[in-house]
């Protein structure tokens, strides 16, 4: 068999019929499968049976009794299951158009990948069917996140929150993954430098029932996306951290000699910007400046985001210290905080930027991404 289709299911047993006779469609004259892995509650196992039972294509059910790890457990224990090496997982709403599967499938027969993914976000793709601008936001930004914490690992992917996905069996280690919610493909990506492909998708509403989406499932993709890459953003933090201190010290002593709260931000500022580049280039980051050009030049980027930001963030200042009655070192320190998370997404994914790769045009499916293999994104 060449393809076993993992469909995790909670409660959608108004999709399964339509599901399986849009699958068998578009994919007429392959040789595949069907695997739903069921945690409902309602009656979804048992519309899932009758389905089976008449379906023209082979449709299998695991229901699980007690579900482990959420949506990403479940597709862990269909690939467990799965007849075939090439296993691709999709959801069971119809948001993930079964139409686009042979192109999915033509694109891993080059034999150059490990996994397909279809994006929502490379040229062709549209997230149309997120619900509202909200949902929208919070995808764009999560993703974006997710690439500044895994730089290497994620490069040349548009798309790593995608739950749409053709992926080699073979090419995973499935006991090293620890599932935690909806993001199984993150969770494939950052744990083994995987060759990538992409075909763009478009994402559809939903056929029928109401989505997962939580406040409870989005603090589980915030934990595991720390649990995986709790290394580099916390080295980035710690030199942030020194650079913060070294910031205020230096400040506060300007003050002391008689300087101007203002002069003294700016010249602490700028002490603190060249200290900070030179950890970052020593410490954070010096397993990937080989391959991100010249020093000079991630200098260059370096210095100048950063004086950008330094103008934005000391311009706040006033507001905070005249504004705001806030005593000017302690205003300082906020605005040093909410700089933290912009400065580590700009240095990983623009400073540091692998320039091997990024030199790549972007098509309508992309050029496959190779690197050498690592077991840390580190």
Known sequence: MELSIIVPTFNEGGNVAELVRRIGSSLDGEDFEIVFVDDSTDDTPSIITSVAASAQVPVRLIHRDAPDGGLSGAVLEGFRSAQARWCLVMDGDLQHPPEDIPRMLERARRGDVDVVVASRYVAGGTAGGLAGATRTAVSRTSTVLTKAMFPRKLHGCTDPMTGFFLVDRDSIDIESLHPRGFKILLEILARRQMRIGEVPFAFATRYAGESKASFTQGIRFLTQLAMLRFGRMSAFALVGGVGAIANLVIMWGLIRLGMEYLPAAIIASEVTIIGNF?????????????????????????????????????????????????????????????????????????????????????????????????????
Do not use: C
């Open 278 to 378: 030179l950890l970052l280039e020593y410490l954070v980051f010096s397993d990937m400046r080989a391959d991100s050009g010249l020093m000079r030049t991630r200098f260059i980027k370096s210095f100048v985001f950063n004086n950008v930001e330094a103008v934005v963030r000391i311009s706040v200042l006033p507001l905070l210290v005249q504004g705001a009655h806030i005593p000017s070192v302690l205003a300082a320190a906020i605005t040093l905080a909410a700089a933290f998370v912009v400065r580590f997404v700009y240095h990983a994914l623009w400073v540091y930027a692998p320039k091997r790769v990024a030199a790549a045009a972007v098509t309508r499916e992309p050029a496959v991404i190779t690197a050498a293999s690592r077991t840390l994104d580190s």
